[in-house]
């Protein structure tokens, strides 16, 4: 009896097992499951790869003519796939959109956040960007990044593009920069839905501009038309000249 005892017990503590790493892909699966669903756009540009990050120029892209910069961050560093959300605003608006390969969800958010300065140094000297129009972007933990890239370094960032991420509780200080621009690119069945309408409140509190945008579908990459109503509004509320007040 003693043996069937432990034996029973043996089974149970594996069903938990099973169920506890079942449980555990399914949350990572939720995380990044943006990465099945992808724009429709075919890109008109080219892409260059400058080894820890990639950039989209657009067609017509004018290498002395100093226009927005959208940086994207990917959850698991996909640095293509990132950009591949926004090769339909760029083609449209002329917009540089870069890519960091080294961003991804675990990092610690100290050197994660230097290696995107630095990143961004180098695309700004690399091409001609006006560095007062400069939009940080990303999908879940690329949109976590997102934010706290424009709390720790204010001055790189005009506006900011989350797609289904959240902010991170505990950089929500009342110190927080004020008077920015944040586009929430939100689905209501994500479950990071109430956290995305909690730190729109909290942006509004420090007087930032905001735009709220739903789409179906869940924790996922938003359709391109969603990125271009984003682009659309931010054409008109981001500074004209280097940050020489809105438009």
Do not use: C
């Amino acid at each position: 009896m003693h043996g069937e005892g432990g034996s029973v017990g043996r089974r149970t503590a594996v069903a938990i097992l099973t169920l506890a790493i079942a449980a555990l892909a399914l949350i990572l699966f939720r995380e990044i499951s943006g990465l099945v669903r992808r724009p429709d756009a075919k890109p008109t540009g080219r892409l260059v790869d400058h080894g820890a990050w990639l950039a989209y120029l657009p067609e017509g892209w004018q290498p002395e003519e100093r226009r927005p910069l959208v940086f994207a961050l990917s959850p698991t560093g996909d640095a293509r796939w990132a950009i591949s959300a926004w090769v339909s605003v760029a083609d449209r608006h002329r917009w540089l959109v870069a890519a960091s390969k080294e961003f991804r969800n675990g990092q610690e958010f100290g050197p994660s956040l230097k290696r995107i300065e630095a990143e961004l140094d180098a695309v700004e000297r690399t091409y001609a960007v006006d560095a007062g129009r400069v939009v940080v972007t990303g999908l879940s933990g690329g949109g976590m990044g997102s934010h706290a890239f424009s709390k720790f370094f204010p001055d790189r960032v005009s506006a900011v593009v989350i797609n289904t991420g959240m902010m991170h509780a505990p950089f929500m200080t009342g110190d927080y920069p004020e008077g920015k621009r944040a586009v929430f690119l939100a689905s209501p069945t994500d479950f990071r839905y109430t956290e995305m309408k909690r730190d729109r409140r909290f942006l509004e509190e420090h007087h930032w501009a905001t735009l709220w945008i739903e789409f179906p579908g869940g924790h996922t990459m938003a359709p391109a038309s969603v990125y271009e109503q984003a682009a659309a509004w931010l054409e008109g509320h981001l500074p004209s000249v280097s940050g020489q007040g809105p438009r």
